[in-house]
């Protein structure tokens, strides 16, 4: 079956870097685009980021553009988010979702319904 595995949240300060990954399993990873969301105790989940089947279009949400990178290795049915600045209103559990087809526009990217499999996320914290 179809796993997401989050890899590599944790506890850093504000300014600081992390780096989370997500491993796909039991899909052909390159058939599929792929998203990053967010959940903040007390909030709804919100997009973060998307990229396309072969990464030639990403999608960032306001609040992390210039900060955050995503990107993906196909051969290793990963995909990455590289987390810099963080602030404190970065804290939340992130989640990597994987969307059956491609992604043309930024209306879809940031729909979380057009996304057929997630992960159980990774808790990130970022202290002030």
């Known amino acids: 079956q179809v796993q997401l595995v989050e890899s590599g949240g944790g506890l850093v300060q504000a300014g600081g870097s992390l780096s989370v990954s997500c491993a796909a399993s039991?899909?052909?990873?390159?058939?599929?685009?792929m998203g990053w969301f967010r959940q903040a105790p007390g909030k709804e989940r919100e997009f973060v980021a998307a990229?396309?089947?072969?990464?030639?279009?990403?999608y960032y949400a306001d609040s992390v553009k210039g900060r955050f990178t995503i990107s993906r290795d196909n051969a290793k049915n990963t995909v990455y988010l590289q987390m810099n600045s963080l602030k404190p209103e970065d804290t939340a559990v992130y989640y990597c979702?994987?969307?059956?087809?491609?992604?043309?526009?930024?209306?879809?990217?940031?729909?979380?319904?057009?996304?057929?499999?997630w992960g159980q996320g990774t808790q990130v914290a970022v202290s002030s």
């Open positions: 979702a994987a969307r059956t087809g491609n992604i043309y526009n930024d209306s879809v990217a940031r729909r979380q319904t057009r996304y057929d499999y």
């Open positions: 039991g899909l052909t990873f390159s058939g599929y685009a």
């Open positions: 990229i396309s089947l072969s990464g030639g279009r990403i």
